[in-house]
């Protein structure tokens, strides 16, 4: 059986536990071929999975309360983060002192730029700071966040310490990190795996054998991570350096497994963004997720 599943975005090494898989045969010995898709939209894969076009999407948890999305299923978690703001430290001064900075976002616009303004909120009240959120200008930029720092950012929004954070690190940026978590906020810097309802129901067994398989690979690549590398340089057909290498070790440790269909890993997530009126699903709407 040919299926397809979606990734958020570009190929990465947060991807490896679907990479092993298919690397390693797992998929073809049960009976099922596995290709990834890279969609040209940061949701295009969540909206053909819904529509029955694919079998499989992963996304951001965040995802799943920005929209409400009938028919949509959560399947569970196979890699977690940190994330958040990779604000240059000059402009975390001007900031405080209550000058504008301007962040690049790869989706700027509703949901995600209002979580990206509480969190600077949070951090400037922690510093002790007043805050205006007109003090903050987000535009849409892509995922090339050190590009964009580069090209005269002063942050980039929707970053991860296992990417972004470590070739800041490497590169010698000046920058602060400020993850969701160090201002009080869940973290929903993770990849959640999706299907239909359709789907599920049609093909239960496939689903499982699915979920399993990226389990799996998971478990490998955080136990082995010498292998991850190989099946990361195989699979995307790139030569190793020590950008790469860098980011490989610091994701293995960050991947999930088993996989596990678990409403309450992101309930508090949903929570606190509903309290916050940041939530565009209410209750019904998450619990339908894993129902």
Request: a negative charge.
């Amino acid at each position: 059986m040919k299926l397809q599943l979606s990734l958020e975005w570009f190929l990465n090494p947060d991807h490896l536990p679907l990479i092993a898989g298919i690397e390693l045969g797992w998929y073809r010995e049960a009976g099922l071929e596995l290709e990834l898709l890279v969609p040209d939209d940061h949701y295009d894969g969540l909206a053909t999975t819904v529509s029955g076009d694919i079998a499989f999407a992963c996304n951001e948890p965040l995802h799943m309360i920005d929209a409400d999305r009938p028919g949509l299923k959560a399947l569970g978690c196979f890699f977690e983060t940190d994330g958040g703001i990779l604000l240059q430290r000059a402009a975390g001064a001007r900031l405080l002192a209550g000058g504008t900075v301007r962040l690049a976002s790869p989706v700027a616009g509703g949901v995600t730029d209002a979580i990206a303004v509480e969190i600077l909120s949070r951090w400037c009240r922690q510093q002790g700071a007043a805050f205006d959120p007109a003090q903050v200008v987000i535009e849409s930029a892509g995922f090339e966040h050190l590009a964009n720092l580069r090209a005269g950012f002063d942050g980039a929004w929707l970053c991860f310490a296992n990417f972004e954070g470590v070739e800041a690190r490497l590169a010698g940026m000046d920058a602060h990190f400020i993850a969701t978590q160090d201002v009080g906020l869940h973290n929903f810097s993770a990849l959640e795996l999706f299907t239909s309802q359709v789907f599920l129901d049609r093909h239960r067994d496939v689903v499982d054998t699915v979920v399993r398989l990226i389990g799996q690979g998971a478990q490998l690549c955080r136990d082995d991570p010498a292998q991850a590398a190989k099946l990361w340089y195989g699979y995307s057909n790139t030569q190793p350096d020590a950008l790469m290498d860098a980011i490989l070790a610091d994701t293995c440790p960050r991947l999930v497994g088993p996989v596990q269909r678990d409403a309450e890993r992101w309930r508090g997530m949903w929570a606190q963004f509903d309290a916050l009126g940041l939530s565009q699903v209410d209750r019904a709407g998450y619990d339908a997720l894993y129902a």
